[in-house]
């Protein structure tokens, strides 16, 4: 099975701009979640997408958005750029549960991400 | 914020030793995961604990779960220098306001020399 692929691996923006990260999950992973990776706060979840609707929420503004498909893979897009969100994005996708049991989170298999910089 | 935290934060060691790492929580979690990851590249899943289980294995992998202490370690036995890389511990756990999340901790830098 082909892993997790992340489109584009980098990127260069200005402050003020806006951007487009794109997942593609493993075949058959309808769960996708978005993390973001930054020196000084670590790994910390952006959002987890499951059947086109939004299922979990971290801690950011409304800047950071996501969306998913009827086809599994999304996007997550970042308005009015600041410089502090320079940082890796990582997706994640995962075999879901449901139900009940989609409160629990299973392994989560990585893309090599996309290393946004913001100038 | 960070609900797992990994001490050390880096350590290195020489070829064929073991490494120990250890993980703290802070609240109730379904299961605790660890990643690998090399030099900012994507994260690897190495072994996922439930939380009722107490230790498990995985090769030259050994986690152990304590949950009245809330903590956890992995242990990398026979380490090599492939084993160079980050090390996060991740708790699944109810996050408030009805959401679920794995939280990580900020890494455990493992160098292993030749």
């Known amino acids: 099975k082909a892993g997790v692929t992340q489109t584009p691996r980098y990127l260069i923006k200005t402050r003020g701009q806006q951007v487009t990260l794109s997942c593609s999950p493993i075949?058959?992973?309808?769960?996708v979640s978005w993390y973001q990776q930054t020196p000084g706060q670590g790994l910390q979840f952006l959002f987890e997408?499951?059947?086109?609707?939004?299922?979990n929420k971290g801690n950011f503004p409304g800047r950071f958005s996501g969306r998913q498909f009827s086809n599994s893979r999304s996007e997550m897009n970042v308005s009015t750029l600041e410089l502090g969100d320079s940082a890796l994005y990582l997706c994640?996708?995962?075999?879901?549960?449901?139900?009940?049991?989609?409160?629990?989170?299973?392994?989560?298999?990585f893309g090599p991400g996309t290393r946004l910089t913001v100038l | 914020s960070q609900q797992g935290e990994e001490d050390p934060q880096a350590l290195s060691i020489q070829e064929g030793e073991n490494a120990t790492m250890n993980c703290s929580y802070k609240?109730?979690?379904?299961?605790l995961q660890w990643y690998r990851q090399n030099s900012g590249r994507g994260l690897v899943h190495l072994i996922l604990?439930?939380?009722?289980?107490r230790e498990k294995h995985s090769g030259r992998l050994r986690v152990t779960l304590d949950t009245s202490k809330k903590s956890s370690s992995l242990l990398i036995t026979a380490s090599r220098a492939a084993d160079t890389a980050s090390y996060f511990c991740?708790?699944?756990?109810?996050?408030?306001?009805?959401?679920?999340?794995?939280?990580f901790g900020k890494g455990t830098k493992l160098s292993v020399i030749p």
């Open positions: 997408y499951f059947s086109e609707t939004q299922r």
């Open positions: 604990i439930r939380s009722n289980e």
């Open positions: 609240t109730s979690i379904n299961n």
């Open positions: 994640a996708s995962s075999s879901p549960r449901v139900g009940e049991s989609a409160r629990l989170r299973d392994t989560q298999y």
């Open positions: 075949s058959g992973h309808r769960s």
């Open positions: 991740a708790t699944d756990a109810y996050s408030g306001a009805g959401s679920y999340q794995l939280t």
